[in-house]
């Protein structure tokens, strides 16, 4: 399983979240793409648009279970993806910013 460590994530690294809707709207990392692990697949198409073409895929969830199933989804497809290590609790633990659509602090659920 490829992973990466939230500390090694860079600002403007692309990130797919694969949370449910509640998780999201509670909180998540600011400019991460929102794809419902239910609705992944119906909606791969919004993910190949928007990844970049010569990038890396970070694939975010609450603590990497989720996270790591559509990590290895990619890896089949052909697409160079990663699973966040720790996911969500980590990134907070770790003091990277938490945010609800309005830009708002938000929180981990």
């Known amino acids: 399983m490829p ?3 939230v500390a090694d994530l860079k600002d403007g690294d692309f990130l ?3 949370r ?3 998780e999201w709207q509670a909180g998540h990392a600011e400019g991460a ?3 419902p692990i239910s609705e992944f697949v119906a909606r791969y198409g919004e993910l190949t648009e928007a990844a970049p073409q010569d990038g890396r895929v970070n694939v975010i969830c609450r603590s990497g279970g989720r996270s790591a199933q559509v990590t290895m989804y990619l890896v ?3 697409i160079e993806a990663v699973n966040v290590d720790g996911g969500m609790q980590v ?9 609800t659509d309005a830009g708002e602090p938000g929180f981990v659920l």
Do not use: N
Not at 91 to 99: K, S, T
């Open 3 to 5: 992973t990466v460590e």
């Open 20 to 22: 449910e809707d509640d």
């Open 33 to 35: 793409l929102h794809i």
């Open 76 to 78: 089949q497809q052909g």
């Open 91 to 99: 990134w907070a633990a770790v003091g990277r910013p938490v945010v």
């Open 16 to 18: 797919v979240d694969v």
